[in-house]
């Protein structure tokens, strides 16, 4: 289907997002720092979709995100965001970086499924690029 890269340094947590990934007919990558996570993103320009931890050692995902975001060639790359913050405040803040999902720790394998699949859907990709569009144009006039 699609190939995904998991960036999480808990080596269990990693595990488990991949081996659910990998049964849902995903090739996965995997990178345990922020550092590491950006680097096998730019070595492998066909990555469809990143989960990510926020808290990561050398880049945290909050960086990470915005790093992704200021690649035009990255703009619209799906990001779902796992932590165990889950302030409504620091979640908020994390959408508004560019993160397209989040999901709070531990994450409930349904939930990991759903929204990898609303992330990753045609349907959904194309609605939220319209969204975008229009919410650009609206901040322009």
Known sequence: MSKILVIEDDQISRKLLMKTLEKMGHAVLQASTGVRGLHALQDNP?????????????????????????????????????SGVIQL??????????????????????????????????KEMDRTLTEEAELSREVEI
């Open 89 to 122: 405040k620091e979640i908020v803040h994390i959408l508004e970086l560019g993160a397209s999902r989040f999901l709070p720790k531990p994450v409930n394998v349904s939930d990991l499924k759903a929204y990898v699949s609303s992330c990753l859907s045609p």
């Open 46 to 82: 066909d990555v469809a979709m990143i989960v990510t931890d926020l808290m990561l050692p050398e880049l945290s995902g909050q960086e990470l995100v915005r790093t992704i975001r200021g690649n035009s060639s990255w703009l619209n790359l799906p990001i779902l965001m796992v």
